[in-house]
């Protein structure tokens, strides 16, 4: 009895219809697995291709800054830049400002020993007192043109000296 049950054309039927059934299942689940993955990896995609997008933006950002930075640089340097005239007018600018201020001052001086009789119109103790005054200038100028003239120099032992005082 057994054996013409499970013989039986139903029990087929029902044996068919219930593995069929499992079958389908399995393929469902499986498909349902294989959309998931492709979601799944279409999403990882998207925030990849956003995140790549991002840097692409703060790239761009950041060579446009450099470019801008670099175009400055250039404008600065060419502004600092100036011709063979240009550089000879500014060497003798200097002089020539100091040139008129010494005979200004020479005018100046001479006029005023014209109207006043010069040094022997004054007291001994204010020829001394202008004495100190002048010796004091003369050494104080003469102290701060020598320093400014080393100070200007290019020289490796000079550098070196006033490293160690600073």
């Known amino acids: 009895m057994i054996l013409e049950l ?18 389908k299942k399995e393929e469902s689940q499986t498909l349902k697995m294989k959309l998931d993955h492709e979601r799944a990896m279409i999403e990882a995609n998207t925030k990849s291709q956003i995140e ?12 446009g800054q450099l470019a801008v930075d670099k175009t400055e640089a250039q404008a600065f340097s060419t502004s600092q830049k100036s011709s063979g005239i240009g550089e000879a007018i500014k060497a003798f600018i200097r002089p020539a400002i100091l040139a008129v201020l010494m ?3 020479y005018l100046i001086l001479d ?8 040094l022997a119109s004054l007291p001994a103790t204010d020829i001394m007192a202008l004495y100190k005054i002048v010796i004091l200038m ?10 400014w003239y080393f100070a200007q120099r290019s ?4 550098d070196k000296l006033v490293d160690k005082w600073l």
């Open 155 to 158: 020289s490796k032992q000079f």
């Open 138 to 147: 003369v050494t104080g100028l003469t102290a701060t043109a020598v320093s």
């Open 6 to 23: 499970l013989g039986s054309a139903g029990f087929g039927s029902l044996l068919g219809a219930l593995f069929g059934w499992l079958n």
């Open 52 to 63: 790549l997008s991002k840097m692409s933006i703060e790239e761009a950002k950041v060579v």
């Open 103 to 105: 005979y200004q001052t």
């Open 111 to 118: 006029a005023l020993e014209t109207l006043t009789g010069g």
